[in-house]
């Protein structure tokens, strides 16, 4: 199973979304950073898939 490592630059901005969203609606800033942490999807040069 391919195991994704968050660079320190995407966690830094999954942070910061969060951080944003959270002012409004802290629920919708959780459930935001769950689904992108679980959806398996990333950006090759944020993240390393071992």
Request: charged fraction near 20%.
């Amino acid at each position: 199973m391919s195991q994704i490592i968050w660079s320190q630059t995407a966690t830094k901005d999954l942070n910061r979304h969060y951080d944003f969203i959270k002012i409004n609606n802290p629920d919708a800033a959780v459930r935001a950073v769950q689904a992108i942490v679980s959806s398996g999807v990333c950006r090759k040069t944020h993240v390393e898939v071992q």
